[in-house]
């Protein structure tokens, strides 16, 4: 995005992150989501980049991970993703004279 907007006459600023913690202050709980909520997210198909595929084949491929997550880090309900820093750019496009 940023380059295109560049290659329109168009300036790009990034602005500051924004870090979360890895663990809640209070309570000492991770933060994030767990793999395996995020295996059953896929499954639901709610990301766009999952649509085109066939559902056989996404099951098969989710069980397949899934067992693997298993044998290698345990549950994949206990185990967390940690949340990425949020990234924020800003773009601004000048009408053409």
Same mark, same amino acid.
């Given at each position: 995005? /940023?380059?295109? *907007? &560049? =290659? &329109? @006459? @168009?300036? *790009? +600023?990034?602005? #500051?992150?924004?870090?979360? %913690?890895? *663990? !809640?202050?209070?309570?000492? *709980? =991770?933060? @994030?989501?767990?793999?395996?909520?995020?295996?059953?997210?896929?499954? =639901?198909?709610?990301?766009?980049?999952?649509? /085109?595929? #066939?559902? /056989?084949?996404? &099951?098969? &491929?989710? !069980? +397949?991970?899934?067992?693997?997550?298993? !044998?290698?880090? @345990?549950?994949? /309900?206990?185990?967390?993703?940690?949340?990425? %820093?949020?990234?924020?750019?800003?773009?601004?496009?000048? #009408?053409? =004279?």
């Amino acid at each position: 995005m /940023d380059a295109h *907007v &560049a =290659a &329109a @006459g @168009g300036t *790009v +600023e990034h602005l #500051p992150q924004i870090e979360r %913690p890895p *663990v !809640d202050p209070e309570d000492g *709980v =991770a933060h @994030g989501r767990s793999l395996g909520g995020y295996l059953d997210d896929l499954a =639901a198909g709610i990301y766009s980049w999952t649509w /085109d595929l #066939p559902p /056989d084949r996404l &099951a098969a &491929a989710l !069980d +397949e991970v899934r067992q693997w997550l298993t !044998d290698e880090l @345990g549950d994949p /309900d206990r185990v967390r993703l940690p949340y990425s %820093p949020i990234r924020w750019h800003r773009y601004v496009l000048t #009408p053409a =004279a």
